[in-house]
């Protein structure tokens, strides 16, 4: 048939009931970036990338909510790129490959004591905020996986220093100041932003100074107040022979992986290890040529834990360098 608009798995009938299987799907097992390298080409890229996951179902496209980058996931970096070579030659759309960008989080591990004055005067009217309270963690241990990681405001003001009417802009303005951390631009968790005492001007005081004056306060915080870059750490599970033992445990070790759990049943050698996200790009192929191709992986979410001191840098400068790249783009 031609000219039929459809997708893989759907099936054409006379008209009789049919009763079918549903088609099995397998998990995706990579993912990778992608984005065409002239921003002319977005529309036809994104036509392509509907094309292609529309007549493959084990190919899929999403687009991480906090990067903006779109990703594309498959069975293999094989799969993957057969695709991006697709793309070129049939639409004629180069296309810039590269490694998912890893969902940090930023906290705050000590108290911090603020008093803060936003003042600013113009011409006409000026601006002027002052506001004292602190800003501390929320949560004892921010790794444990059933911490309470949200953000919290406290209002803890006595007296008339401070007219209710500005409360509701302050805590406005916190919760929006957690959205991007002062150090990767990535959130804030697990921050509690407690507010004491204010002062207002009779003609310069407003929501927005008071707006303009919490996220100050609260980057000052932030930054003298011990933040820590988080990373999410995967519950990584490895199925092997178990001839291939010990490949596989220096594999994962490699890669900053602890060891939570090891057995062997039936010949077969099964490894859990939490492993930081960031060094598991590329896993499935390494792990393909160590087992002949017969090992399998899963992983899932476990928790974020503070990033290692050596490697905060790296990703600050990693970060700023995509930001640039991102304006210019």
Do not use: W
Not at 209 to 223: Q, V, W
């Amino acid at each position: 048939m031609f000219g039929v608009d459809c997708a893989s798995g759907e099936t054409f009938t006379t008209g009789s009931k049919l009763a079918m299987s549903t088609m099995h799907v397998p998990d995706p097992v990579m993912s990778l970036t992608i984005k065409p390298k002239d921003k002319n080409d977005l529309t036809k890229f994104l036509n392509a990338l509907r094309r292609f996951e529309r007549e493959d179902p084990t190919f899929t496209v999403a687009q991480n909510p906090e990067s903006e980058e779109i990703i594309i996931s498959g069975m293999g970096e094989l799969h993957l790129f057969i695709y991006s070579e697709r793309m070129k030659r049939e639409y004629d759309i180069p296309v810039i490959v590269g490694n998912p960008t890893v969902n940090y989080r930023e906290s705050i591990t000590e108290c911090y004591e603020f008093t803060y004055l936003h003042k600013k005067q113009s011409g006409g009217a000026g601006q002027y905020a002052k506001i004292m309270g602190r800003v501390e963690p929320n949560v004892e241990d921010i790794t444990n996986p059933d911490a309470d990681t949200s953000n919290v405001f406290i209002d803890a003001t006595k007296g008339n220093n401070l007219p209710n009417e500005y409360i509701p802009a302050i805590e406005k303005a916190f919760h929006e100041a957690t959205k991007k951390g002062p150090l990767t631009g990535y959130p804030v968790i697990g921050a509690r932003f407690v507010l004491t005492d204010g002062k207002t001007h009779v003609v310069d005081s407003s929501q927005m100074a008071f707006s303009l004056a919490t996220k100050g306060a609260f980057r000052e915080a932030y930054l003298n107040g011990g933040g820590k870059i988080l990373e999410p750490i995967m519950d990584v599970q490895v199925t092997v022979d178990a001839e291939f033992q010990q490949g596989i445990m220096g594999g994962l070790m490699k890669r900053r992986g602890n060891m939570t759990d090891t057995k062997t049943q039936d010949g077969m050698f099964i490894v859990n290890a939490d492993v930081p996200l960031a060094t598991m790009f590329g896993y499935a192929t390494e792990l393909r040529g160590q087992t002949q191709g017969l090992g399998e992986f899963s992983m899932e979410y476990k928790n974020h834990a503070p990033v290692e001191e050596y490697e905060v840098q790296d990703i600050i400068d990693s970060y700023k360098k995509k930001q640039q790249e991102s304006d210019e783009y």
